[in-house]
């Protein structure tokens, strides 16, 4: 049985610690605001510590048969199955994410496992030839070494195994440090998982602070050579230059401001469904969220019309009710600056035709019609359930008010011409777009990433495999070469 108070330690060199530091970190319920349990916050020597183990650990591991790592990673799925419940149950506690989205990011973890375990039988060389006689040009897949892993609060479970089980796949050692709101779920479950499992002891190591008590000491430490981060493009992009000023490379999953387009075409009730999907799932607290719908005049009253009776209809509230669809935001910051972003567009000449009441954490949707690309709120992310519809006459005008945004993560066009969609598609400055579907989609095996101010590098499947890994060329010369002098 998961019990939460044997989850409020550090996780370091596979024992289960306070921290050094002097403070304690509250872990609350986002719904009624009830403290969880609480953390003794780790300190710089704790992560030191951490990445020291990680380092000694990854030794070990590297003597481990490939066959068996799989084996390993592959009991980390079984745990997962084995108290799934549980995990539930922390979802809804501390993130106040509903049933269904538990469902949804549980599956998400599970299948990421399953696709990192593979990894350590992947890790293929080359022979290549040469220009020079008898030389053998042997090209291995090493592991990088250590990887640091920084995740949010969003889908904490998923966001941070996405990182961690493919670094281990890969071979490498992992400090991983989850967002203070989601220490549970982003972090010391985590570490309980893969400590079951049976990795080596000191391979993953889980730290719980905040920045006030650490500062860039989990980014400049010289152990990592690679830094995953999931979370804000501002804070993405310091975390960016300080691990360039520290050759680290930096592989950054952050915002996004997505636009879900409706052409003339487009199945109207289908890509209703679609929208508010991609808009209050886990109440819009999701980076691939459509923050903007984009509607072609000839079929935008029809839409709006059906789009706001969907909305109206949703559930809001308590996320231990399984009929409720939208639950708290993760704390009053959040709430504070999204409607603080509602005030100011509607003081701009916004219209809300949709504004539900603010209770606690907890808001109740609102749909925003007559915004203009130069308002501040289009090109923001909205992290909440909020979105605003704008108006089109033609498809370039569409696709350059989708590009109109410093970001480019997802995206989604709805169309019953699916090539038209899909030349579309290519025209719009996005890592990923999908046609007649939702813009929340993330698959095990397909490249995940964003372009501009939504991040660098790709994750999933081969490229995950890439980011965690590096390649060592060993020539080996078979008869003497004739040199020059």
């Keep these: 049985m998961l019990i939460l108070q044997a989850l409020n330690k550090q996780f370091i060199n596979g024992e289960w610690r306070d921290g050094l530091a002097s403070r304690k ?34 030794k070990e591991w590297d003597e481990v048969n490939p066959y068996v790592k799989s084996r390993i990673l592959g009991r980390a799925v079984d745990y997962i199955d084995a108290h799934e419940e549980e995990i539930i149950d922390i979802i809804i506690k501390e993130l106040g994410g509903t049933r269904l989205k538990a469902f949804f990011e549980i599956g ?62 890969a071979g490498n050692g992992v400090v991983l440090k989850p967002h203070e709101h989601t220490p549970i779920m982003g972090g010391t479950l985590i570490g309980k998982i893969f400590e079951e499992a049976g990795l080596p002891k000191g391979l993953v190591n889980v730290i719980v602070t905040d920045i006030s008590e650490i500062g860039d000491g989990f980014v400049e430490h010289p152990i990592p050579r690679i830094l995953s981060f999931t979370g804000s493009s501002q804070v993405g992009s310091h975390i ?53 719908v984009l509607v072609h005049q000839d079929v935008y009253d029809q839409f709006l019309d059906q789009y706001v009776k969907k909305v109206s209809s949703l559930k809001v509230g308590d996320p231990y009710d399984p009929d409720t669809v939208i639950g708290p935001l993760i704390n009053d910051r ?19 035709i949709l504004k539900g009441e603010v209770t606690g954490n907890v808001v109740a949707p609102i749909i925003l019609t007559d915004v203009t690309t130069d308002m501040a709120i289009a090109s923001k992310e909205l992290f909440g359930p909020a979105v605003c519809i704008f108006k089109f006459a033609s498809e370039e005008e569409a696709v350059q008010m989708a590009n109109e945004t410093p970001f480019g993560l997802s995206g989604a066009i709805h169309t019953r011409d699916l090539e038209r969609g899909a ?16 813009t929340i989609n993330d698959e095990p ?41």
């Design 445 to 485: 095996i397909v490249a995940f990433g964003g372009e501009k101010h939504s991040g660098l590098g790709r994750l999933n499947g081969q490229w995950s495999l890439e980011e965690f890994s590096t390649l060592k060329w060993i020539s080996v010369q078979h008869k003497p070469r004739q040199f020059p002098y």
């Design 108 to 169: 998400l973890v599970k299948d990421i496992i399953r696709e990192a375990a593979t990894f350590p039988v992947r890790m293929e060389g080359k022979i290549l030839p040469s220009p020079v006689d008898g030389k053998e040009n042997r090209l291995y897949r090493i592991p990088a070494g250590v990887v640091g892993v920084i995740s949010p609060f969003n889908f904490p479970f998923y966001l941070s195994m996405k990182s961690v089980a493919p670094a281990l796949g």
């Design 423 to 438: 030349q579309m598609a290519k025209r719009i400055e996005t890592g990923m777009i999908h046609i007649n579907d939702g």
């Design 240 to 292: 960016a230059q300080v691990a360039a000023k520290h050759f680290k490379k930096a592989i950054l999953e952050l915002g996004g401001n997505s636009a879900l387009i409706v052409l003339e075409d487009a199945d109207i009730e289908y890509a209703v469904n679609a929208a508010v999907f991609s808009r209050f799932t886990h109440q819009g607290q999701i980076c691939m969220s459509a923050n903007r």
């Design 334 to 352: 959040q709430v504070k600056s999204l409607m603080s972003t509602i005030e100011e567009a509607i003081g701009e000449g916004a219209t809300p």
């Design 25 to 58: 970190l509250p872990d609350l319920n986002p719904y009624n605001g009830e403290v969880i349990t609480e953390f003794q916050m780790a300190s710089l020597q704790d992560i030191d510590e951490a990445y020291q183990a990680a380092a000694r650990a990854k």
